[in-house]
């Protein structure tokens, strides 16, 4: 219609008589902005950009995270036991096909969340291995591996200044180049040692047995020099936290604790029968406990550890999942949790088969969207937030980007196995770790998609 209307006023600008007043042609109007699409709505193709900050709080009843877009099947093919492989899958429209990997480590067993870093991702051999690997990021490709480690049960590696820090659970904390793998030192520090360490200002942090029980310790990273050493009440649930001047940690009877990072010093211990790492914002501190029957969410001053505020809570009978004693080693040892991310004065939070995004305030909802076959389970991951997206994963391997703002599926695929560690999302790839001992790389984006 509008290149009809232009050739009408051109017909009529050759016909007019001569020394008439000549008219300028009208200007197009503005399109009107995209609309948001209702939660459930057939979408024919990808969702518009969302506008930033229009958030509206609603309590509509959750929807199912397939209804907006089915899984798509990703047949990735099967390399051989160290082996990788590239394969293309269709886009979340089933159209456009995107860049896809799947390495298979030499080990066939459960891997926790792998680390991403120059390139490269970085990877476990699993509970039962004594062995680490760095696989190329675009390929998945073995570009080093370490299989004779001192100790087995590597814990999720972490990258931090080109080195690859890791504990085993019997009983050793490494340090090794991130480029070559070579081991710049490794360090018993007593049996077990189950949860991932942390590093920051020149230090790592490691949890590990003591003379008088479990300790929590720093380390200079450049040679393992013991820094500070202090006792705490059990194993820990997950990786320190750092954030500021402090370390912060949940140990499986349920204490968080705030300790100063360079010191050691006890800022405060607090009983809070927490079921995850908190998430640190400001003067408050982010975590899931456990309730009566139920799992919550809370919010803690970062001052003394006081309670502020209760908010969402969701039925739980899967909070047997939660370690409380060392009975069972590689429970502690793969153990997440709901651990909520607060971005933006919103946290966004998984329990019980349903996501939710709230006000970190209020505590009132924005959105919520659950995994209909796996409601009131720990059916979902920890979540991860990057950029626009939310991207979680499923224990029966289903693989979801949710748009912040809405909740609405942007994508979603079917990996065809088992998954229980976050998935790491880094510049517009998602990397995957399976009960399996397999890891896929996804193209899933372009690069802002980052965290």
């Known amino acids: 219609m509008r290149n009809r209307s232009w050739i009408l006023l051109l017909l009529a600008a050759c016909g007019s008589s001569p020394g008439a007043a000549p008219h300028d042609p009208p200007k197009p109007a503005e399109p009107p902005p995209a609309l948001r699409p209702e939660p459930g709505a057939d979408l024919d193709g990808p969702v518009a950009p969302p506008v930033r900050g229009k958030r509206t709080a609603r309590a509509a009843a959750p929807i199912d995270f397939t209804t907006d877009r089915a899984p798509i099947a990703i047949r990735a093919p099967t390399p051989p036991r160290g082996g990788a492989t590239t394969f293309a899958f269709a886009d979340a429209n089933g159209g ?13 067993t459960q891997l926790p969340s792998v680390a991403y870093g120059a390139g490269r991702v970085y990877v476990s051999g699993g509970f039962e291995s004594v062995s680490m690997y760095a696989l190329d990021a675009q390929e998945g490709n073995v570009l080093w591996s370490s299989q004779n480690l001192e100790d087995n049960g590597p814990t999720a590696p972490l990258f931090e200044d080109d080195n690859v820090i890791f504990n085993t659970e019997s009983c050793t904390l490494f340090v090794m180049d991130a480029a070559t793998g070579r081991k710049k030192w490794f360090k018993y520090l007593g049996d077990p040692t189950l949860a991932q360490p942390a590093s920051a200002g020149g230090l790592v942090f490691a949890q590990h047995p003591g003379d008088s029980g479990p300790e929590l310790s720093a380390y200079r990273i450049g040679d393992g020099a013991v820094a500070w050493t202090r006792s705490i009440d059990g194993e820990l649930l997950a ?54 029957g139920v799992e919550e969410q809370i919010v803690v001053a970062n001052a003394d550890g006081k309670v502020l505020r209760t908010h969402r809570n969701a039925k739980a009978d899967y909070l047997a999942d939660v370690p409380a004693s060392l009975d069972d080693w590689k429970k502690v040892w793969a153990f997440e949790g709901s651990r909520p991310v607060v971005v933006d004065n919103t946290r966004y939070e998984a329990m ?24 009131g389970k720990r059916s979902t991951g920890t979540v991860v937030v990057a950029g626009p997206q939310v991207v979680l994963a499923t224990r029966d391997g289903k693989l979801f980007g949710l748009d912040v703002d809405t909740g609405y599926t942007l994508w979603s695929y079917d990996l065809g196995r088992p998954v229980v560690a976050q998935p790491i999302v880094a510049k517009g790839w998602v990397y995957v770790a399976t009960v399996d001992g397999t890891v896929l790389g996804l193209s899933v984006a372009d690069a802002t998609l980052d965290d």
Do not use: C, M, N
């Open 352 to 375: 019980g088969g349903l996501v939710q995004a709230s006000d970190a305030t209020s505590g009132e909802s924005f959105w919520t969207r659950r995994y209909a076959k796996g409601e």
């Open 239 to 292: 990786a320190p936290i750092i954030h500021g001047d402090s370390v912060y940690f949940t140990t499986i009877g349920g204490t968080t604790y705030r300790h100063e990072r360079a010191t050691g010093k006890r800022v405060w211990a607090k009983q809070l029968r927490a079921t995850s790492a908190p998430w640190v914002v400001g003067d408050e501190l982010f975590l899931s406990r456990r309730g009566k």
């Open 96 to 108: 456009e096909q995107r860049l896809g990997w799947v390495a298979r480590i030499p080990e066939a």
